[in-house]
């Protein structure tokens, strides 16, 4: 079992829907949690960042994080076409010389 | 504008050969990564450094080595490429001590080994 599971995709919606992209996690040590945006062919790019359980918004993007359940979700409202990406979660695992632990990538197409 | 800058994007080489894969970042980072990324595993980290000359074995360092003589740049080197060794390898950077979660990636280099 992967430490971090992230649906591969690839996820299609049409524009303007509401996007909802999760990981799970295992390992309680698992702290700061990360969203990477990745176009195609191109290098992953920080899209959003949170430590505590809650929400956290940044213009159509919202990160939430639930610790207790070891859940965390990425929400983009009023999608565009330009958010077809593949979205990658990360976690910093604080037991292990907090290295980045990376789901596998959720594809999101966005259909005008 | 921070830019990490990998030399090629794509290459195409043949079993046995050597590779060098180089990777440039101007914004004086004190940590450099080397990932791979293939579909449905996500990336994976093959070396990672923190200052020049340092370096640290990642998950999978098997077939790979890697190189630090100034602090902008890390090279990725495999001795003897595979085929196991096609995929999309991608640098990165990041500020500070130790590892932060807010790493810079270049574009990527698609290394296909025949």
């Known amino acids: 079992q992967k430490e971090v599971e992230q649906d591969p995709g690839p996820l299609s919606v049409p524009e303007g829907a509401i996007v909802s992209l999760n990981c799970t996690y295992s390992?309680?040590?698992?702290?700061?949690f990360m969203w990477y945006r990745q176009y195609s062919r191109k290098g992953p790019e920080l899209l959003m960042y949170?430590?505590s359980s809650g929400n956290k918004e940044d213009g159509r993007f919202t990160a939430q994080v639930d610790k207790s359940s070891k859940y965390i979700s990425l929400f983009i409202r009023d999608s565009q076409p330009s958010d077809s990406a593949t979205y990658l979660c990360?976690?910093?695992?604080?037991?292990?010389?907090?290295?980045?632990?990376w789901g596998a990538g959720t594809k999101l197409i966005i259909k005008p | 504008d921070v830019k990490v800058t990998q030399s090629s994007r794509y290459l195409v080489k043949r079993t046995g050969e050597k590779v060098f894969l180089e990777c440039v970042q101007d914004?004086?980072?004190?940590?450099m990564f080397w990932y791979r990324q293939d579909p449905g595993l996500g990336l994976r980290l093959i070396y990672f450094?923190?200052?020049?000359?340092?370096?640290e074995k990642g998950d999978i360092p098997e077939g790979y080595s890697v190189s630090r003589e100034k602090k902008e740049r890390f090279s990725l080197i495999l001795e003897s490429a595979s085929t196991n060794q096609t995929s999309m390898y991608l640098c990165?950077?990041?500020?500070?001590?130790?590892?932060?979660?807010?790493?810079?990636f270049g574009e990527g280099s698609r290394l296909t080994v025949l």
């Open positions: 990165a950077s990041s500020r500070g001590t130790g590892n932060t979660g807010e790493l810079f």
């Open positions: 914004m004086d980072h004190e940590n």
């Open positions: 450094s923190y200052d020049v000359k340092m370096k």
């Open positions: 390992n309680s040590a698992f702290q700061y």
């Open positions: 949170t430590y």
């Open positions: 990360a976690m910093i695992d604080m037991d292990s010389n907090y290295q980045l632990i």
